[in-house]
């Protein structure tokens, strides 16, 4: 019988959706041991694990980004899968939610509202506007999927994959020629060596500057010096970033004190224990019938 | 030549729309005289020129709502149309952008933000949801769309049409059985005799203590009294209203000081000149052909 480790903050909810899906076969514990075949857990508490399970064979991580496994210092023999298709729907929301907060001037109807003042200021609309996807994998072909809904034009930068029916025009090489004729800028990028500071000053500069820019990939495409000059200048209209260099984003960054831009700790995706324990279970039993494994990630690419 | 009248408060908006079209055999004036066959305009400013128009055949009104032209005193001799099928956009960025508003804390974040907090409060989602529609007309069957891309389950309260194929399960006899298992209770109908005061107190006491209401139909379908106690006493959680039954909001009404409420000054769809210039252009094409318009009011029923 496999013996898979369960390593989360949050374990009993894990365990309590496993249960309930009475897998046959599977021993479950919660500490690491020399028996330990499997592990299904958050990177950054299997990365301390790895040294301790000599028989490891597969990793199924609960996250998207699994930085803390892609150390060349740390072993890799052994099939590492990450949790995929599962954020689209909540970065839709995350990122429509951010998007419509802007154009339908909410905050500042907010602000009327606590004054007693009847604002009649006309919303702007997300039809027709241009949507441009940096990284068009599972999330943002969901994500383009859900601008065609509200009408928009989508634009996706990729070095891979054109594949996505949503996406109206790709471009590969540069990308400040991507940004020009942008109204939104969408980060969805993993955190790799390629794409370290991908969105640096000239970018910026290349947007238009009523653009918006969101980062719901990592915070490391971000040139982050450049981005608060940007937005200090009124250079751009405004950044929603959930993803930072360094998380929890420091109290002394200067983007605390940042005009035009909303922060949102990292909240954009969740992992719910439900959508990510199902994925879990699909893998699991093609492992068991010894077939491919879903969602496997490339150690040199990093995703 | 027909003589068409054009009343609006933004006349040089339309009149260059209408320019750029072209129409054959149109004469367009902005003051009312006694050979005008066809208006285009306001229905506040329609109501004021009834009486001076003598030849008058067809009224195209720039809204949605016509309840200046319903009063039973005016005369009901003419073709009237309204404006729809252009507003289900509108309304739709404005619904899911409040709903979005509220799941994802965003008022929460940005609070927590001005006080440097890192905030990782876990957002709410849409998915699976109930969301209940109170009136299932063209703008009633694009909300559903919408609901329908953000994987929930959609509720429609009707007393006439059934035909929209994103709503699940229609409801028609009592509003409070209606309410009792929505999430999210939006009202979209008309100002008319049988819709007046249709949200008392005994449908919010139906509504679930978690559940969210707005309403972008027209103010007197809500008993605004039992709203506020609702509100003020935690019976449901917030509430956001475009629209109320004296617009502007009076200075000293219970809304401005009623908490879980935001106001939006009847902004969630505005009459944009080139949407509603193109329908009125579709409509006159066909009235110059001879055709049955589109969009007719029937002045009995109210919409």
Redesign the interface.
Known sequence: MPKLLLLARKSDDYLHQLETARLPELDIVTTPDLNIELVFGEPNLIRDALPLLPRLKWVQAMWAGVEPLLDPALRRDYILTNARGVFG??M???V???L??H??K??Q??F??QK?L??????G???EKTLGLLGVGSIGAYLA??AK???MTVHGFTRTSESCPDVDVYFHANVSDFAKNLDYLICVLPNTNATRHIIDSSVLKSLPSHALFINVGRGNAVDETALAESLASGQMSGAILDVFQQ???P?NHIF?RTPNL??????AA?SFPKDISELFIENYKRYSRGEELKYRVDFERGY
Chains 1, 2 share one sequence.
Do not use: A, C, M
């Not at 009847?118 to 919303?123: H, L």
């Not at 909303?262 to 909240?267: C, D, P, V």
């Open positions: 729907p909540l839709s929301e995350y429509f939610g951010y419509l907060l154009e339908r909410i905050l109807r907010y009327s509202q007693n009847w604002d009649k200021t006309v919303p609309t997300l039809r999927n859900t809904h509200f009408g998380e929890p984003l109290p605390w909303l922060i949102t700790s990292h909240t969740p």
